[in-house]
């Protein structure tokens, strides 16, 4: 009974519009227009959702170019330390194109560093190492490591 009394109340109330039937009605209307939902027209919506998708294209394009960047910086490392390589970074490197180069600022000090090195490998760079030197100080150390080597000579050789 009780059943009863409440299906009929609530279809007098769904018919005057106050109350229960409006709430299905959103639900309704949401699940099948998303557009709606959002408050935009249809058109609105697709140009919505091709924007995200765009932006979100070009997000990920710049994260494989940065990640191929580093990739990049490991190799150049690994080959100037003599460090075996990574398969992983070539593999990034090709997912970004074989494109990639070192970023700016990293190419400006690696540069640095080749030209320094470049310097002290040069003859120039040698003598430059030579008059740094503390000549009389390697005279010394040469004069007490012949005379250990003599000395230790003369105690296991008898004829000396």
């Not at 229960?20 to 209307?29: L, M, T």
Request: glycine residues 6%.
């Amino acid at each position: 009974m009780a059943f009863l009394m409440k299906t009929m109340i609530s279809n007098q109330v769904k018919n005057l519009g106050l109350g229960g039937g409006s709430e299905e009605k959103k639900e309704e209307g949401g699940a099948s227009d998303p557009a709606a939902a959002q408050g935009m027209s249809r058109e609105e919506y697709e140009e919505y959702q091709k924007q995200i998708i765009e932006e979100k294209m070009e997000r990920d394009a710049a994260f494989t170019q940065k990640k191929a960047e580093r990739a990049c910086l490991r190799v150049h490392l690994r080959e100037k330390y003599r460090l075996p390589k990574s398969e992983m970074d070539e593999n990034q490197i090709q997912m970004a194109g074989d494109d990639v180069d070192l970023p700016e600022d990293l190419r400006k000090m690696v540069d640095e560093d080749q030209e320094e090195e470049e310097d002290k490998d040069s003859i120039l760079g040698q003598l430059q190492n030579l008059q740094n030197m503390d000549l009389d100080a390697i005279k010394e150390k040469a004069q007490a490591t012949f005379s250990e080597i003599k000395q230790t000579a003369e105690q296991k050789c008898a004829v000396m």
